[in-house]
């Protein structure tokens, strides 16, 4: 008898090895991102906007609003196919505010320069955005980011897209580019 309660006690503590007895939490885990490209999932550019996707709140819009040419810079990228300004929040740029706090104030409209316009709130949402964002990435072939972490060049079969988190994440991709057209943001208004 002492034979065979020992040899269950043996198998007992065999069957529970490895066994992980935590409760699993949400407290530290991290978001689901949606993104399984395998292509890109190791690439740190990409690493890096999945997380400011997660996170529009902080990860997009802290550039300054341009008003006017003042204070601005300009910026042609990927062999001269997206054309962009933007404001670089320095001292010297004064009453300036950030796209999210613009975004704060309604009615505002997103102006491409095909022409396109798109309200926001009403055509777009941050969550449409989320999810058109991370199937760009599931689609892509390459994707870099430039050296301050706010651009990212996103090739994709066909096309190329422009990422510029220094806009809202509604306002985004910042810049297309297919066989048949080119299209970037002009302005809000």
């Given at each position: 008898?002492k034979?065979f309660?020992?040899?269950?006690m043996?198998l007992?503590?065999?069957?529970?090895?490895?066994?992980?007895n935590?409760?699993g939490?949400?407290?530290?885990a991290?978001?689901?991102t949606?993104?399984?490209?395998?292509?890109?999932?190791n690439n740190?550019?990409?690493?890096?906007?999945?997380?400011?996707?997660?996170?529009?709140?902080?990860?997009?819009?802290n550039?300054?609003?341009v008003?006017?040419?003042?204070?601005q810079t300009?910026?042609?990228?990927?062999?001269?196919?997206i054309?962009?300004?933007?404001?670089s929040?320095?001292?010297?740029?004064q009453n300036?505010?950030?796209?999210n706090?613009y975004l704060?104030t309604?009615?505002?409209?997103?102006?491409y320069?095909?022409?396109?316009?798109v309200?926001?709130n009403?055509?777009?949402?941050v969550?449409?955005?989320q999810?058109?964002?991370r199937?760009i990435?599931?689609?892509?072939?390459?994707?870099?980011?430039?050296a301050?972490?706010?651009?990212?060049y996103v090739?994709v079969?066909?096309?190329?897209?422009?990422?510029?988190?220094?806009?809202?994440?509604?306002m985004?991709?910042?810049?297309?580019e297919?066989?048949?057209?080119?299209e970037?943001?002009?302005?809000?208004?």
């Amino acid at each position: 008898m002492k034979k065979f309660i020992l040899a269950v006690m043996v198998l007992a503590s065999l069957v529970s090895c490895g066994k992980n007895n935590k409760v699993g939490s949400a407290v530290g885990a991290a978001p689901i991102t949606g993104v399984t490209n395998q292509i890109i999932l190791n690439n740190p550019a990409a690493a890096a906007l999945i997380s400011k996707i997660d996170n529009p709140a902080t990860g997009f819009g802290n550039g300054y609003v341009v008003s006017g040419s003042s204070n601005q810079t300009c910026d042609s990228t990927l062999g001269g196919f997206i054309q962009y300004c933007y404001s670089s929040g320095n001292t010297s740029v004064q009453n300036s505010m950030t796209w999210n706090a613009y975004l704060a104030t309604a009615g505002i409209i997103f102006e491409y320069s095909s022409g396109r316009t798109v309200r926001n709130n009403i055509d777009v949402t941050v969550a449409s955005q989320q999810a058109s964002l991370r199937e760009i990435l599931n689609r892509a072939t390459s994707i870099q980011g430039d050296a301050t972490g706010t651009v990212f060049y996103v090739t994709v079969a066909g096309g190329r897209y422009v990422i510029d988190t220094r806009y809202a994440i509604q306002m985004n991709p910042s810049g297309t580019e297919n066989q048949t057209s080119r299209e970037y943001f002009l302005q809000a208004h």
